[in-house]
């Protein structure tokens, strides 16, 4: 399956260096380290280094391609190639969406209430058995309360409070 | 001296003196947990720097470095499990012995030896970091541009089975260093007006993403050790030093190891791991006795962990003299510095004498620090594998998450952190090194100062003017070399095949 996607992941990184190196023609010539010099036959621009990127990038991702195409040729592939397991999937899937759901609700909910959710999500998650997950509740929790109070009341870190009535409440409980 | 004098009076202070044993602690508590490293337990302490000054910082973050490559070294005696990836060939001699009823001198060995490698790297460092600054003093843009070039060439030969794959991950982190505000002339490159591009992508998010969010997907998808993984009774922690003729006789395998260890860690990108697999390799060919080895030879355990911690001075070097990471874990480090506003250069060495000695009193004390450790708190990290799965995936992305808004309280921050996650675990599968791609990010600016710098100076677009100083053109043209190695060696099979 990956395989694949390396075709596809060099394309993209082509398709993206093509963009950039036209966008960056467009940059407005102002020149590195002062005004231009007529005196000079050649001074750099904003764009400059950009471009050389673009172009070596775009070069190694065709050399690549090609690469790959005479590995085709030449080496075996390897049929028997590790494959993650329905289960294995199943909770990889529930552990982003839990993560992905955990950054969206950051801000509206603030970070202690939306930390103490994640945790106990967590736990739903990665422990199935029942003593496991009483134990890791009961872990989590513990651990939950400490980060709060040493990122939110020692460190001062300036993290999310939330909004509205989740504001107020994350206030009273630790702001 | 009186740096030194300096450095010591910093380090001997209460606060200075408890970050780097707390520093220590956490970093072999990462590496006897398996899936996790130090480079983990540098990532996920990120949070706690932003606010402290300059040099406890750099204690800290050394101490979780030196730490963290020391203590991978439990699980793989133990279990046959590399606590990181650099105790890898710990296990070959390691579990044997384990197995064969002497864990508890494989264990002594491993410590005393793992201190002793790593003080001879940091050595090293001590003795050579001040003359390559002073070296480094006359490098002007060209030399700096060549070592910039030569150090990604390195870093994607060492770190990917294809050069290609890793030249293309470093080519991309460049470009991404491109995005924001052009330093020089202040043009706004690539940000689609989009408020948090226009600051530029900040790199730590970038390497959260990449180095702990991807590889919690990889442990769950099964293709890294699992945390959590079912140990079973956990053996009775006994230590038993090595006796003073067992160190006499090993000390050729010891030099030799510590020698090649801070050689390859001062390469960039390869690390500890590379270092201690040479490490190895060297002591099966130069021994009288090859046979042994696999089969729970205690010089076995000597040559991979005296060179994985002799890696550590040695992959310190160019990151303080030159601004140029040998590692993932330098890279990290080197960042600590580049958010305090400090960026490593020969200057830093004549102006922050403080620093730079506080540095390397705390990297020499370090291995004092993590020996003691080691005897005296095993049984304390091998009960840390009793902790819950759910527990410590939790803590890294809450830790992650924290770190990263914490820069600039930017939630957007956040969002590029996972998509670098999801990035970086498709990398890894298709088998693009993700160190390359963030060395590129960390070196894109000195990368592109310095590449316009010569060419400005220059008056002149032709690659010809990085060939002008006779350093930039060596370091030039053994990239070169190391750029079309591949391409002679593939032509080499091919005519063997015909000829077959």
């Known amino acids: ?175 | 001296m009186q740096e030194w004098l300096i450095g010591l009076e910093t380090i001997l202070q209460a606060q200075n003196l408890f970050l780097l044993f707390l520093g220590v602690f956490i970093g072999m508590t990462f590496a006897s947990l398996p899936g996790l490293n130090n480079l983990t337990a540098l990532i996920l302490m990120l949070p706690f720097i932003y606010d402290m000054p300059t040099i406890p910082a750099m204690i800290f973050m050394c101490s979780i470095y030196g730490g963290g490559i020391h203590g991978g070294c439990i699980l793989a005696i133990l279990f046959k499990i590399p606590g990181e990836p650099q105790s890898v060939c710990t296990c070959f001699d390691g579990y044997p012995m384990a197995q064969q009823g002497k864990s508890a001198e494989a264990m002594g060995i491993a410590f005393t030896f793992s201190s002793l490698g790593g003080l001879f790297g940091v050595l090293v460092c001590i003795i050579t970091a001040p003359l390559i600054s002073r070296m480094a003093e006359a490098f002007g843009p060209a030399e700096y541009f060549a070592f910039v070039v030569f150090g990604l060439v390195v870093a994607s030969s060492v770190g990917s089975s294809s050069m290609l794959k890793g030249l293309i991950g470093a080519c991309a982190g460049l470009l991404l260093g491109t995005v924001g505000v052009s330093p020089g002339s202040g043009v706004m490159r690539f940000t689609g007006d989009i408020h948090i591009l226009k600051m530029g992508i900040q790199y730590v998010p970038i390497i959260m993403g990449v180095f702990a969010l991807s590889e919690l997907l990889k442990m769950l998808l099964g293709s890294g050790p699992d945390l959590g993984s079912n140990l079973g009774t956990l053996p009775k922690w006994t230590v038993k030093l090595p006796s003073l003729s067992f160190i006499k006789s090993s000390f050729k395998t010891f030099l030799r190891s510590a020698a090649s260890g801070t050689l390859v860690g001062f390469l960039p990108g390869a690390g500890a791991t590379a270092a201690s697999f040479v490490a190895y390799g060297l002591e099966v060919k130069y021994s009288k006795n090859p046979e042994k080895y696999g089969k729970g030879e205690p010089k076995g355990i000597v040559a991979s962990e005296t060179a994985n911690n002799a890696s550590y001075g040695g992959a310190m070097i160019p990151m303080l003299t030159m601004g140029i990471p040998g590692s993932s874990s330098t890279a990290v480090i080197l960042s600590v510095l580049m958010l305090k506003g400090i960026q490593p250069s020969p200057a830093v060495f004549q102006n922050m004498p403080e620093m730079i000695y506080s540095v390397f009193a705390a990297m020499l004390l370090v291995n004092f620090v993590m020996f003691g450790q080691s005897i005296f708190f095993g049984r304390l990290y091998l009960n840390m594998l009793k902790l819950p799965k759910a527990a410590i995936y939790f803590i890294i992305v809450v830790f992650c998450t924290v770190g990263t808004f914490s820069i600039r309280s930017s939630i957007e921050d956040v969002w590029i952190m996972a998509f670098f996650g999801l990035l970086g675990y498709g990398m890894d599968k298709t088998g693009f090194p993700t160190a390359s791609l963030v060395l590129g990010v960390i070196l894109a600016d000195l990368a592109e100062v310095s590449f316009i710098q010569t060419v400005d100076s220059a008056g002149s677009p032709s690659p010809l003017v990085f060939f002008a100083s006779p350093i930039s053109s060596a370091l030039l043209i053994i990239a070169i070399l190391l750029l079309i190695n591949p391409l002679f060696k593939r032509l080499y099979r091919l005519k063997y095949k015909m000829a077959s």
Request: glycine share 6%.
């Open chain 1, 1 to 175: 399956m990956f395989k694949n996607i390396e075709n596809v992941l060099c394309l993209g990184l082509i398709a993206t260096a093509l963009i950039m190196f036209l966008v960056s023609l467009n940059f407005p010539a102002v020149y590195i380290w002062g005004v231009p010099d007529p005196n000079r036959p050649y001074q750099a621009e904003a764009g400059t280094w950009p471009r050389v990127i673009c172009v070596v990038l775009a070069i190694l991702c065709v050399l690549r391609m090609i690469d790959k195409k005479l590995e085709n040729y030449t080496a075996k592939t390897d049929k028997n190639e590790e494959r993650p397991h329905a289960a294995n999937i199943r909770q990889t899937l529930a552990f982003t969406a839990a993560v992905g759901a955990y950054m969206a609700l950051l801000v509206p909910i603030g970070f202690p209430i939306a930390t103490m959710f994640f945790g106990l999500i967590m736990v739903l998650v990665l422990d199935k058995s029942a003593f496991g997950a009483a134990k890791s509740a009961a872990v989590i929790s513990l651990i939950s309360a400490g980060v709060i109070v040493v990122f939110c009341k020692i460190l001062y870190l300036p993290l999310p409070r939330g909004l509205g009535v989740f504001r107020e409440f994350s206030q009273w409980l630790i702001f």
